[in-house]
T-cell receptor, first 112, second 115 residues
């Protein structure tokens, strides 16, 4: 069974631009979560989608948004990029909450 | 305010000895706890979990202990091996029947196992 895939793996953008990251979950997994990882902050929860609906949301500004498609693939969008948005963005899929999450390799976003 | 804390950013242990990684949480609604391991340039991988109805769960060299009254859990690795060198994240979540169903991660502890 293929694992969680994320594209692109690396991305360089400048302040003010927007970016869209993509995540393909493990086949059969309907829950997709997004996390931001920065040094010293661990994994900060962004949001979780289940069956195309956002079920949970972390404490991030409205510039961070996401969506999930009918095939469970998910996208995350960040508008008006700031230098502080530079981070590793991880996507994780699971069969549902409380279950083990499977993480993708992440997208390393650098904002210049 | 961090709900899941890992107060040791780093830990060094000699190969063959025990590694003990600690985690504290503040939210008493958490009832499911997980440990993940992360190597550089890879996503975290699930290691072991424990439900609040248990106080110990063992899987090979890895054992997780839960002390609910102290809101504390620990991960023991015995014996430690150089391949265990990684960042370890503690995570907690609540029962899906409650509103506390997000998975909250701690900041991580970087373990170095010295050969």
């Amino acid at each position: 069974k293929a694992g969680v895939t994320q594209t692109p793996r690396y991305l360089i953008k400048t302040r003010g631009q927007q970016v869209t990251l993509s995540c393909s979950p493990i086949s059969g997994h309907r829950s997709v979560s997004w996390y931001q990882q920065t040094p010293g902050q661990g994994l900060q929860f962004l949001f979780e989608y289940f069956s195309e609906t956002q079920r949970n949301k972390g404490n991030f500004p409205g510039r961070f948004s996401g969506r999930q498609f009918s095939n469970s693939r998910s996208e995350m969008n960040v508008s008006t990029l700031e230098l502080g948005d530079s981070a590793l963005y991880l996507c994780a899929s699971s069969q549902g909450w409380g279950n083990e999450q499977f993480f993708g390799p992440g997208t390393r976003l650098t904002v210049l | 305010d961090q709900q899941v804390k890992q107060n040791s950013p780093s830990l060094s242990v000699q190969e063959g000895r025990i590694s003990i990684l600690n985690c504290d949480y503040t939210n008493s609604m958490f009832d499911y706890f997980l440990w993940y391991k992360k190597y550089p340039a890879e996503g975290p991988t699930f290691l072991i979990s424990i439900s609040s109805i248990k106080d110990k769960n063992e899987d090979g060299r890895f054992t997780v202990f839960l002390n609910k009254s102290a809101k504390h859990l620990s991960l023991h690795i015995v014996p430690s091996q150089p391949g265990d060198s990684a960042v370890y994240f503690c995570a907690a979540s609540g029962d899906r029947k409650t509103s506390y169903d997000k998975v909250i991660f701690g900041p991580g502890t970087s373990l170095s196992v010295i050969p």
